[in-house]
């Protein structure tokens, strides 16, 4: 169990309240899951986050702090995003128990997974929602659906610890052999495709409108290998050259 849970980041963004920091660490230590990433606290370390991880100090000590949601999961090789906003462009969704499957198969996959939670009053923005391979939803109340970030972390952590405990863990299911590429080897990727559409004026930098959420939901869709994305790459390298 433990080997997979390492495999198993949660990534906190731009989180306000120090409280929260430290009720999100004793949330995930409660349940098993030790890997904690911020990204950009706005007050970190704080005396209330560790008041508030209730012995879970070991989590906050060796929590990595960094300045962007890219760093933060450049190595993961699957990606989940949380929010309770609509959006205009759909990002594919699953619930939290459906995340928990996900994330165990991807890791006994040879992977690794970052579980994705953003600000407190806005949630993740469209630009970092579009770097996620999914969205869990978590279904509550509809006339009341305020769900603080710690005890939003709780319910997915739960759905981990539970799958994990259980006799019906997710079966290796790619035998190719091939890495997983990770979330770093996809932006590189799509930051490439994007320049390469634009040379070829098949995107307006002025105006790119919806083409490249779309071809990132299409490409996270495919979860390529390592091998596969290097494949796609020397082939934009090549139309780079003869256009």
């Given at each position: 169990?433990?080997?997979?849970?390492?495999?198993?980041?949660?990534?906190?963004?731009?989180?306000?309240?120090?409280?929260?920091?430290?009720?999100a660490?004793r949330a995930?230590?409660?349940?098993?899951?030790e890997?904690?990433?911020?990204?950009?606290p706005k007050?970190?370390?704080c005396?209330?986050?560790?008041a508030?991880?209730a012995?879970?100090?070991?989590?906050?000590a060796?929590?990595?702090v960094?300045?962007?949601?890219?760093?933060a999961?450049?190595?993961?090789?699957?990606?989940?995003?949380t929010?309770?906003r609509l959006?205009?462009l759909?990002?594919?969704?699953?619930?939290?128990?459906?995340?928990?499957?996900?994330?165990?198969?991807?890791?006994?996959?040879?992977?690794s997974?970052?579980?994705?939670?953003g600000r407190?009053?806005?949630?993740?923005?469209?630009?970092?929602l579009?770097l996620?391979?999914?969205?869990?939803?978590i279904?509550?109340n509809p006339?009341?659906?305020?769900?603080?970030l710690?005890?939003?972390?709780q319910v997915?952590c739960?759905?981990?610890?539970?799958?994990?405990?259980?006799?019906?863990?997710?079966v290796?299911?790619d035998?190719?052999?091939?890495?997983?590429?990770?979330?770093?080897?996809m932006?590189?990727?799509?930051?490439?495709?994007?320049q390469t559409?634009t040379?070829?004026?098949?995107l307006?930098?002025?105006?790119?409108?919806k083409s490249?959420?779309?071809?990132r939901r299409?490409?996270?869709?495919?979860?390529?290998?390592?091998?596969?994305?290097?494949?796609?790459?020397?082939?934009?390298?090549?139309?780079?050259?003869i256009?």
């Amino acid at each position: 169990m433990k080997e997979i849970a390492d495999k198993i980041k949660i990534v906190l963004v731009e989180t306000s309240h120090p409280g929260n920091i430290g009720a999100a660490a004793r949330a995930m230590k409660t349940m098993g899951l030790e890997n904690l990433t911020l990204v950009q606290p706005k007050d970190y370390p704080c005396v209330e986050a560790t008041a508030r991880a209730a012995g879970a100090d070991d989590v906050l000590a060796n929590a990595a702090v960094v300045e962007t949601l890219e760093e933060a999961i450049e190595d993961a090789t699957y990606v989940l995003g949380t929010s309770a906003r609509l959006r205009t462009l759909r990002w594919p969704g699953i619930d939290p128990r459906k995340a928990a499957q996900e994330s165990v198969e991807a890791v006994t996959n040879g992977g690794s997974v970052a579980l994705v939670f953003g600000r407190e009053s806005s949630g993740l923005s469209n630009e970092e929602l579009s770097l996620c391979h999914k969205l869990i939803h978590i279904p509550v109340n509809p006339d009341y659906s305020s769900l603080n970030l710690a005890a939003a972390v709780q319910v997915i952590c739960y759905e981990l610890r539970i799958l994990l405990e259980s006799d019906n863990q997710p079966v290796v299911v790619d035998d190719s052999g091939e890495p997983p590429a990770s979330a770093g080897d996809m932006e590189s990727f799509i930051q490439q495709l994007e320049q390469t559409l634009t040379h070829i004026d098949y995107l307006d930098p002025d105006n790119p409108r919806k083409s490249m959420p779309r071809l990132r939901r299409l490409f996270h869709r495919a979860r390529m290998s390592r091998n596969e994305v290097s494949l796609l790459r020397g082939i934009l390298k090549q139309i780079g050259k003869i256009t």
